[in-house]
């Protein structure tokens, strides 16, 4: 099996997990189904490597890695604290791991009301 069909097989075995849980949804990042929290995308599979959202300073550490790079918009563009990662040799739980925390990430970004570039987050009503 190629790396982008273990990829696929992997990210869908991997999404039915968070998607048991009703605050996962699908949404679209870059015109690609994504696993988000409350509107907030956390997760998409990107040519085969699992796509995932970190804080700033984890996808910098993230993207250092041999298996990881940053997200690619074109020659010169990224998108900002997305990582792409390669499928895993060694089982699953690298990626399960990885999916985790892009998730804690984006319930953190969704609960304080930040949802993205270009969007206003929630005002607070007082």
Do not use: C, I, N, Y
Not at 2 to 21: K, R
Request: proline share 6%; no cysteine.
């Amino acid at each position: 099996m190629d790396d982008a069909a273990g990829g696929d097989t992997l990210f869908s075995t991997l999404a039915d997990e968070h998607l048991a849980d009703a605050e996962v949804t699908w949404g679209r990042v870059l015109g690609r189904d994504a696993l988000a929290v409350r509107g907030t995308a956390f997760a998409f599979l990107e040519g085969g490597r699992l796509a995932v959202k970190l804080s700033p300073s984890r996808a910098v550490e993230v993207a250092a890695s041999p298996e990881a790079g940053p997200v690619a918009l074109g020659p010169d563009r990224t998108l900002r604290h997305w990582v792409a990662v390669a499928p895993p040799a060694d089982g699953e739980e690298p990626w399960r791991a990885l999916l985790a925390e892009a998730r804690r990430h984006a319930t953190a970004v969704a609960d304080l009301g930040q949802t993205g570039p270009g969007r206003r987050g929630k005002r607070s009503s007082s």
